[in-house]
């Protein structure tokens, strides 16, 4: 099978839906398909993997990463690049942008359209300087109409299919398929250099990764580590990532007494994540928009019981008193949490081979077997002209916005 994905991020930049593509990507070539990825201009890097298109105007939008906003402009598209693809699908990972030329072209060339709903949308409306309820019914608008273009949605969870059922209606042509994880690196990582080279000799770790943005309450962790620190002072909380809220996050650590035993690590190679997370004893974390917890599989992959708040994306890969502890959105909940595992040694082991046996649920080949199995399916309804049904009942709220404005905003006239 001839598979493109269409992706705002690809290398060099780092989150979960580059991870998800890439992953994707390693699992179907294995498989023995060939997967062409279409992505963002990335200046002063050189792609090692072959079949990487880049589209050349990218604008770069001043966060942490320099966050890569791509002009969907590929003139030699239609004419040089796509026809000697020999298509079978297109696989859109984002609804705007280069989403929208993933729409075109599948429409174009007469391909179904496969769409990965990666994230909650909703909960970034707060990035764009417009009335919170006119962004909230502007992206809410523009996933409704998206949706409608598509022969199949994928979820990387139940809880979000929950949620699309709930909001839109949408309760077939969608399946859930989570991120698929090389399993390998994370069991036969070393955490012994990485305890060494930062000098935590016996301390218990406590890790967690994420950009550090407001929408991941990394406060709430940050106050339940000075809870537990305060009656532990071998504990410690490492933080992988970056993001515009550092400066802010290193403030809170002060404020709490805690700065001397709280490490910002900053970004780091996604090829060191494994060594990092095997130097853990327990992996923590806060966030309450996750859409499939990645960053919880590749814990328990490398064998790290987790302590969490009970949200979406999270409690699809934990399961309560199994791999580790959910909790309430309460930093004292979470840190006594914290405290009943790292007190109890017996326990701790217990979760560890909790998390060691649930990881193997996620191995990449198999997540990649039923993502083919949704092309096919995609393919099939192509054929039969059917697409993805939004229930127009639930969509009234998003229908109140003026029509020309809406047109402006996708930049096309009906």
Known sequence: MHIAHFTNT?????????????????????????V???????????????FIFRY??????????????????????????????????????????????????????NLPLIFTFHTRYREYSHYFPIDQKLAKRAIDRLLGDYMEKC???????????????EQYGVTEQITTVPTGLDLKPFQIADGQAIRQKYGWGNDKVLIS??????E????????????????????????????????????VAQDLNIAGRVEFAGQIPFGDVPSYLKAADLFCFASVTETQGLVTMEAIAAGLPVVAVNATGTRD???????????????????????QVIDDEALLQRFREGAKKRAEDFDIIQQAKKLLDVYHQAIEDKKANQFVRVDKRKRIFQLMIDEEWWDKLLGHQR
């Not at 060099?12 to 023995?32: C, D, K, M, W, Y």
């Not at 990764?209 to 407001?214: D, N, S």
């Open 10 to 34: 690809y290398h060099p930049v780092v989150s979960g839906v580059v991870r998800s593509v890439s992953a994707f990507r390693q699992g179907l070539t294995e498989l023995g398909h060939n």
């Open 36 to 50: 062409f990825v279409f992505a963002q201009h990335a200046s002063k890097y050189t792609d090692d993997e072959p």
């Open 56 to 109: 050349p105007a990218t604008i770069e939008l001043p966060l942490s990463q320099n966050f890569p906003l791509t002009i969907p402009v590929f003139p030699t598209l239609d004419e040089w690049v796509l026809p000697p693809l020999k298509l079978d699908v297109i696989h859109s990972h984002h609804p705007f942008l280069l989403g929208q030329s993933a729409a075109s072209k599948a429409d174009e060339f």
């Open 151 to 165: 022969q199949h949605i994928v979820v990387p969870s139940d809880s979000i299919k929950e949620m699309l059922a």
């Open 209 to 214: 990764i994420g950009r550090l943005a407001k």
């Open 216 to 251: 991941k309450n990394w406060e709430t962790l940050l106050t339940a580590a000075a809870e537990v620190i305060r009656k532990h002072s071998d504990v410690r909380l490492v933080i992988i990532g970056d993001g515009e809220e550092r400066k802010a996050l290193n403030k």
């Open 317 to 339: 890969v934990i399961e309560h008193a199994q791999e580790g502890l959910l909790t309430d959105n309460d930093s004292m909940a979470l840190a006594r949490a914290i405290s």
